[in-house]
């Protein structure tokens, strides 16, 4: 491991990254609160001005897996759907089997100019994390209880409320519902096989409401919809910890265009049409098993500097206080809490590199 493999995993870079992204993701939330005026008088203005904040604290993270993890992104597309992406509202339908495909999923946000914009379905728990679930709040994210006879109402209202929205975004679905194990595989296809329907090898069932009740919503906002599938090379399982860790990844990425007007409109044969595309799905991610490589060529985007630009700039801002204070402690603390606070550093940075030491 060279010097700079060395020094991503050591304590203290960790302690700063994670404060940096604290401080300037609660200063951001302070900001959106203060924009609340705004709201009243132009709120599409307001809504512009909430993307570029949002994109201050996103695109922290997407730096973190691009620059310093130096994660790579390959994306398999068909260049004929290509110019498209980024000119217009999608809804994205993704595979939800890793700890940071949320995260690959903002990359790609970046590059195409739509993270600052960019919706998803969640549940209604991230909407109390600090830092992101306070800011998807002014984002106009909309979130779900999973339990339907709730979320019909609130969703739609939801969903309906964003038809204006002055940017172009995606609008994630996880239609798995919950992240992927073996334990959730097997109930969801015994569901399956009560329901009659074919049975999945890399999927859950999907949940169809979510999916029909926003192409309903959306239709005339949104154009298409872009079946994504994700995986990662070698059988790589890549943990936001890893990416901290600065351990590279390779995602591999596969994105069909589908007009959203070639969708049916009916709900029975929407959840038909859904069921059908996981059959697809599924053959995708079995070829990738078998052969490393989704179909198709190959045009990636090339990642941009803004992202890390952003974060040199929070960097910046925030560690001049902080340097300041430690200045000043060494100055004016006495011997023991000079001694302490050294030894404090010295020894969570060993015990963390006793972990990250040796990589994962
Ligand atoms: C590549 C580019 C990427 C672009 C990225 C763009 C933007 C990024 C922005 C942000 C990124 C941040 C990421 C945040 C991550 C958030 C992740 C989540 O929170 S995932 C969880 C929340 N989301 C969802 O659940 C969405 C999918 N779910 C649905 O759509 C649901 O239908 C629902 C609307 C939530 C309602 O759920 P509920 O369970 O109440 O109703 P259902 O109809 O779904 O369920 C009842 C129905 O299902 C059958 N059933 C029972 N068990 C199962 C099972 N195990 N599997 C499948 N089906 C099951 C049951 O029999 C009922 O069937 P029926 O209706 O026929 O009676
Ligand atoms: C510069 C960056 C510094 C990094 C510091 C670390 C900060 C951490 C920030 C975390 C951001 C979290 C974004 C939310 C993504 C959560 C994904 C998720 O939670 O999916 C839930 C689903 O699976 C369903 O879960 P289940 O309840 O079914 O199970």
Same mark, same amino acid.
């Given at each position: 491991?060279?010097?700079?493999?060395?020094?991503?995993?050591?304590? +203290?870079?960790?302690l700063?990254?994670?404060? $940096?992204?604290?401080?300037?993701?609660?200063?951001?939330?302070?900001?959106?609160?203060?924009?609340?005026?705004?709201?009243?008088?132009?709120?599409?203005? !307001?809504?512009?001005?909430?993307?570029?904040?949002?994109?201050? $604290?996103?695109?922290?993270?997407?730096?973190l897996?691009?620059?310093?993890?130096?994660?790579?992104?390959?994306? &398999?597309?068909?260049?004929?759907? &290509?110019?498209?992406?980024?000119?217009?509202n999608?809804? $994205?339908?993704?595979?939800?089997?890793?700890?940071?495909?949320?995260?690959?999923?903002?990359?790609?946000?970046?590059?195409?100019?739509?993270?600052?914009? %960019?919706?998803?379905? =969640? /549940? @209604?728990?991230?909407? &109390?994390?600090?830092?992101?679930?306070?800011?998807?709040?002014?984002?106009?994210?909309?979130?779900?209880?999973?339990?339907?006879?709730?979320?019909?109402?609130?969703?739609?209202?939801?969903?309906?409320?964003?038809?204006?929205?002055?940017?172009?975004?995606?609008? +994630? +679905?996880?239609?798995?519902?919950?992240?992927?194990?073996?334990?959730?595989?097997?109930i969801?296809?015994?569901?399956?096989? /009560?329901?009659?329907?074919?049975?999945l090898?890399?999927?859950?069932?999907?949940?169809?409401?979510?999916?029909?009740?926003?192409?309903?919503?959306?239709?005339?906002?949104?154009?298409?919809?872009?079946?994504?599938?994700?995986n990662?090379?070698?059988?790589?399982?890549?943990?936001?910890?890893?990416?901290?860790? #600065?351990?590279?990844y390779? !995602?591999?990425?596969?994105?069909?265009?589908?007009?959203?007007?070639?969708?049916?409109?009916?709900?029975?044969?929407?959840?038909?049409?859904?069921?059908?595309?996981?059959?697809e799905?599924?053959?995708?991610?079995?070829q &990738? %098993?078998?052969?490393?490589?989704?179909?198709?060529?190959?045009?990636?985007?090339?990642?941009?500097?803004?992202?890390?630009?952003?974060?040199?700039?929070?960097?910046?801002?925030?560690?001049?206080? +902080?340097?300041?204070?430690?200045?000043?402690?060494?100055?004016?603390?006495?011997?023991?809490?000079?001694?302490?606070? =050294?030894?404090?550093?010295?020894?969570g940075? #060993?015990?963390?590199? $006793? @972990?990250?030491? #040796?990589?994962?």
């Open positions: 491991m060279g010097f700079f493999g060395l020094l991503k995993t050591q304590f +203290l870079c960790h700063v990254i994670c404060y $940096v992204f604290l401080v300037s993701g609660l200063i951001i939330n302070v900001l959106q609160l203060c924009m609340l005026p705004l709201w009243w008088i132009n709120k599409q203005l !307001a809504r512009r001005v909430n993307c570029r904040l949002a994109y201050c $604290v996103s695109s922290q993270m997407v730096a897996l691009e620059w310093w993890s130096g994660t790579e992104c390959t994306l &398999y597309t068909d260049p004929e759907s &290509y110019p498209f992406y980024g000119k217009e999608a809804i $994205v339908i993704l595979n939800h089997n890793f700890e940071i495909d949320f995260l690959c999923g903002w990359t790609f946000c970046e590059r195409f100019g739509v993270l600052g914009s %960019s919706k998803v379905l =969640a /549940k @209604k728990e991230l909407a &109390y994390m600090p830092v992101i679930g306070w800011m998807w709040y002014f984002l106009e994210i909309v979130f779900c209880k999973r339990k339907w006879e709730e979320d019909r109402k609130t969703v739609v209202e939801s969903l309906q409320r964003i038809q204006d929205y002055p940017e172009n975004f995606w609008f +994630l +679905l996880y239609c798995e519902g919950t992240r992927f194990t073996e334990k959730k595989h097997k969801s296809m015994e569901v399956a096989e /009560k329901k009659g329907l074919p049975k090898k890399h999927h859950l069932l999907p949940r169809t409401k979510g999916f029909c009740v926003t192409a309903q919503n959306l239709r005339g906002t949104v154009t298409a919809v872009y079946d994504s599938t994700l990662f090379r070698n059988n790589q399982t890549p943990t936001l910890l890893g990416v901290l860790n #600065g351990k590279k390779h !995602a591999d990425l596969y994105v069909r265009r589908i007009p959203l007007d070639t969708v049916p409109e009916n709900e029975p044969e929407c959840a038909a049409w859904l069921h059908q595309l996981y059959q799905k599924d053959v995708f991610q079995e &990738y %098993s078998q052969t490393g490589r989704f179909p198709g060529p190959i045009v990636t985007p090339p990642r941009r500097a803004w992202p890390l630009l952003n974060w040199l700039f929070w960097i910046c801002l925030l560690l001049c206080p +902080l340097c300041l204070l430690l200045l000043q402690l060494f100055h004016s603390g006495s011997a023991v809490t000079v001694v302490t606070t =050294a030894v404090l550093c010295v020894a940075n #060993g015990g963390w590199g $006793v @972990k990250w030491g #040796g990589g994962e």
